[in-house]
């Protein structure tokens, strides 16, 4: 398969989970969001030089290369592993020609596993980011609780002492946001994400995004 054909291929998908289209990198700090949303989800690709209705637009120049290592390897704590690929293919069946080329990027971000993996403002501050559809969308601190989690040992078990009793109790009214469920149960902030966080990765609490916010139900 060409390149072009190749390209043509992906782009019928459109933007999902997986796959997100740059027009131009104009801003390091922006693209290292996208790799943090992959990142820390599934994975995925950004196809570099293609606009948003998939036209072939191209890279324009070498610096918007350097940024796209920026964002990996700069402005992303820790580093992103990311791999680039570069493809050459005509905007149109018509354009033919070694002028008539667009080269497209594609960097391909893999899950990691040291996450959370947080991208850099230009402050410096640190947010690490979720893929939720064709969105990156920023972690919630039941997000960050959860990965701390993960890193515990396989064979950790959770203790149904009073603390979750009480969180379950009132979580028995479905897609409470975090707030919520702290007014209801009286519980400290920081103890209900933790508390929420265990019982997300035992299975017996899930979450759900709504735009705006983040919802927990019982499984």
């Not at 740059?22 to 700090?29: F, G, I, M, P, S």
């Not at 905007?91 to 040291?114: E, N």
């Not at 002492?161 to 400290?188: A, C, G």
């Amino acid at each position: 398969m060409d390149d072009r054909r190749y390209l043509l291929r992906l782009i019928s998908e459109g933007e999902h989970q997986q796959q997100d289209f740059k027009y131009r990198v104009v801003d390091a700090c922006k693209l290292a969001k996208s790799v943090s949303a992959f990142a820390n989800t599934d994975g995925g690709r950004l196809l570099i030089g293609v606009r948003d209705d998939g036209h072939l637009s191209g890279v324009r120049s070498e610096e918007e290369i350097f940024m796209m290592h920026q964002a990996a390897y700069k402005f992303c704590k820790p580093e992103a592993s990311i791999k680039f690929d570069t493809f050459h293919a005509a905007p149109s069946d018509k354009a033919s020609g070694v002028g008539g080329l667009r080269t497209i990027v594609i960097a391909t971000v893999p899950p990691s596993v040291r996450r959370p993996v947080c991208a850099l403002d230009e402050t410096g501050r640190k947010r690490a980011y979720i893929r939720i559809n064709d969105e990156n969308i920023v972690a919630s601190p039941v997000h960050l609780a959860l990965w701390r989690e993960s890193q515990k040992p396989q064979g950790t078990v959770i203790t149904y002492d009073d603390d979750i009793r009480l969180l379950l109790d009132v979580m028995q009214e479905d897609h409470l946001t975090l707030n919520r469920i702290v007014s209801l149960s009286k519980l400290p902030r920081h103890k209900v994400i933790t508390l929420l966080a265990r019982l997300i990765r035992f299975g017996t609490v899930r979450w759900e995004y709504s735009a705006p916010q983040f919802l927990f139900s019982i499984v």
